[in-house]
């Protein structure tokens, strides 16, 4: 029987988790985050901060628990072996329902809004342009895990290149580099402003958002005892870099007043510095971004569904691989069909509507899969770990700690805001249509 072939080496796996992590989030959010934080440089810098620090602190984490269980699947893995069967199954299902094709359908629908500015489209057509990206994505990663991955370190390159050169010359040629000291300070005290803060946090999230994603291919990882940790800690660093300059860029380009008016921070800014018809070559950088960061997604997500489908917990299909391309090629289509089905679903298909139901069930399971660490330290008890986090046992509790707050401050808000209610109100209908379908196919397993 066919079987996944390891074929990712270190660089592969830096740039696939800096890829997963770009898509158009830094080009639309630090806008809005500035407008959550009330207009407070100084608070919207600590959210970028302090959401890189959280990747990373879980990065370091899951590179551990990569690499002693060097298995397809990565998290959901984790959840199993520590917490047991439901639980990961749980996070699967919301993986394939919500997490992972919410994340594909959402950034094709960028890359189909961005298309929008350079061809004339319709809104139809938008949809078509997305469903057909999610398509030629789709059919590429079932070609072959090293032709996907070829792709997605080439586009990786190509966006971060992009980045680096848009940023100078934002900060060469921007005149608003005076407005951002008399913005430091915050302008709101005590509780609402925490509340608000950790509303940006979820915002910043979504910018952060795929870093885990690199662990759902550790079974086709060559040497993932050293390729994890390496890639994991330079990716986080390099990507928290590259968003601070990216912010402060913007900053220089518009200033603090007009930087929290626009919800297309790059379009706007590129536009201020240097005319109108540059925004063109941002609408290009994000066709690229939005792109590579889907195609990350759908080369790995699948792992997930094909390890679900091996525990005999999901459509027994799934565990299939493709003879000739060695890739779980089942798994790829049904998350490529269902994205594209989500990319379809109206008002569903809107971009924050998305991004909010992605981030919020999303974060439950981040928290878990790093507590998965406490467990599996007592029972490697006495026995060589390939690499151990630093900071144990600190690393994964804060972590695991601030995962918690985020859902929680998140349910606090949803019973504030009848919009952010809807939110929570489907991630529990989510996980109560789960339960049954758990007990479903343990109960064909079985039989």
Known sequence: MPELVRTLRFRDLLLLFIGSVIGSGIFRTPGPILRQVDGSVGLS?????????????????????????????GL????????????AFLYGWCLFLVIASGSVAALARAFSEYLARVLPISPVEQTI????MIGIVTAINVWGTRKSSDLQNWTTLVKMGIIVILSALLLALGHHGRDIPSALGATRHGLGRWSNFGLAMITVLWAYEGWQFGTYSAGEVIDPQKAFPRAFLMGSLILVGLYLVAVVAYLFALGPKDMALTDTIAATSVGMVLGPGA?????????ISTFSAANSVILTAPRVFYAMANDKLFFKKLADVHPRFKTPAAAIIGLGVWSAVLVCAGELGTFSKLVEGVIFIGWIFYGLGAAAIFPFRRISAGRPIPYRVPGYPWTP?????????????????????PSQFMNLAAAVLLFLIGLPAYFFWRKRAVS
């Open 76 to 87: 959901y893995c984790y959840i199993r072996d520590g917490f047991g069967r439901l639980s």
């Open 129 to 132: 342009a997305a469903v057909v």
């Open 279 to 287: 925004s063109k070559i941002v609408a290009l950088t994000i066709l």
């Open 45 to 73: 810098l600590m959210v970028w901060i302090v959401g890189g620090v959280l990747s990373l602190l879980g990065a370091l984490t899951y590179a551990e628990l990569a690499a002693a269980n060097p298995e397809a699947g």
């Open 397 to 417: 509790l804060i972590f695991v700690l601030v995962a918690a707050v985020i859902v929680g401050n998140a349910i606090y808000l949803a019973f504030r805001d």
